[in-house]
């Protein structure tokens, strides 16, 4: 653990002004939420939105506060405003950042000393929202945290750790990723498997690929496994966020290793019947139907599709008709123009023809006369 302080004596909100001259507030709620030492008894409204706010009952080292990636041990009590007891744990760790506890309690021990002791109050939009948690936690629960930081370590290099370490860390991460997703905080979720994948993905240099040759085949092929079923998450994640690009890259990334996923082949056609690529789709979703022709949601995205595929090819026509009438009509115009033209031609040389036939009987007419 890093002694964080800058120096003895000097708070952090002097740092800012002075060191890095910056112009805060010490008194402004929200700057009161990043300075190094929170008052004793003093409330803190961490968002300034009155969501999330934290009291100091008990004074930490100061200038010991963990920083992300982190691994915190911490003592929680979670009571709802009854008093009843919903969550204790006496020795929990944490990888700080990664919304392994709610959020309100990620952003708010970023901003303890070690062996300080807070309450942490969060509003149910970052404790458990409206589903809460059967039976304890009703929906829209605000929840009083007692929070101590016993300690923190930082994070073990990846590069490190050994193929069985890695799968366990990107196993936990991706499970909490899953527990996001069921309680449709998809943007949560994808974060978490996010992170899954910075343990799970090689990072292709010279003390990974020593680890990696050190190796079993079993173990390789269930690191393999595993990543792809990290892919195939974060993919449905992002169909939900309709993040459809980022999506489609990460379900080619299962495709890649494994071309009959028959889970990623679905997610891909779902993808691209959601952008409107009806034809994409449905090649997609015959190639799915090969592989498990039992499937009813294959055979129902398969239905949909064909109609949809028959509807746009009708559309096409009808574009096409209505081109073509339009050059048609042009054309007709364009003949009825020089048609019009030499009628008007013709009657121009009638009248002076006939002014000339005129004016001769005139002059006959004069000089015979």
């Not at 190094?36 to 968002?47: R, S």
């Amino acid at each position: 653990m890093e002694n964080m302080e800058i120096e003895t004596g000097k708070t952090q909100a002097d740092f800012i002004r002075e060191d890095l001259n910056f112009d805060i507030d010490p008194k402004d709620p929200s700057t009161k939420a990043a300075l190094a030492d929170h008052p004793v008894d003093e409330w803190i409204d961490i968002l300034g939105n009155g969501q999330l706010r934290k009291k100091v009952i008990k004074e930490g080292q100061s200038g010991t506060r963990p920083n992300t990636t982190d691994y915190c041990t911490l003592k929680i009590i979670g009571k709802l405003e009854s008093g009843k007891i919903v969550e204790e744990h006496e020795n929990i760790t944490i990888q700080l950042g990664d919304v392994e506890v709610v959020q309100g309690l990620d952003l708010a021990i970023a901003l303890m000393n070690v062996g300080e002791i807070a309450v942490v109050e969060v509003a149910s939009r970052f404790a458990y929202g409206t589903l809460g948690v059967e039976p304890d936690i009703p929906p829209n629960a605000t929840i009083w945290y007692t929070v101590e930081l016993k300690s923190f370590h930082l994070e073990t290099d990846l590069d490190t750790l050994s193929i069985s370490k890695r799968k366990e860390i990107g196993n936990k991460k991706r499970l909490r990723g899953n527990w996001w997703f069921a309680r449709n905080e998809h943007t949560i979720a994808i974060q978490c498997y996010r992170r899954a994948l910075d343990f799970l993905v090689p990072s292709n240099n010279a003390a990974t690929d020593e680890i990696e040759e050190s190796a079993t085949d079993t173990e390789l092929q269930d690191l393999l496994e595993n990543r792809m079923a990290v892919y195939n998450n974060l993919t449905a994640a992002q169909i939900k966020t309709e993040a459809y690009d980022a999506a489609l890259k990460n379900v080619e990334n299962v495709l890649t290793c494994q071309p009959q996923n028959i889970k990623a082949l679905f997610r891909k056609g779902r993808i691209y019947h959601l952008k409107g690529e009806h034809s994409l789709a449905y090649a997609t979703f015959l190639q799915a139907a090969k592989l498990d022709p039992e499937s009813k949601a294959i055979r129902q995205e398969l239905a949909i599709l064909k109609k949809k595929n028959v509807k746009d090819a009708q559309h096409e026509k009808n574009l096409y008709r209505k081109m073509l009438g339009t050059q048609k009509m042009n054309s007709t115009g364009t003949k009825n123009q020089k048609n019009k033209n030499r009628d008007s031609n013709k009657l121009a040389w009638s009248l002076i023809c006939g002014a000339a036939v005129t004016i001769a009987g005139v002059l006959i007419y004069k000089f015979t006369s």
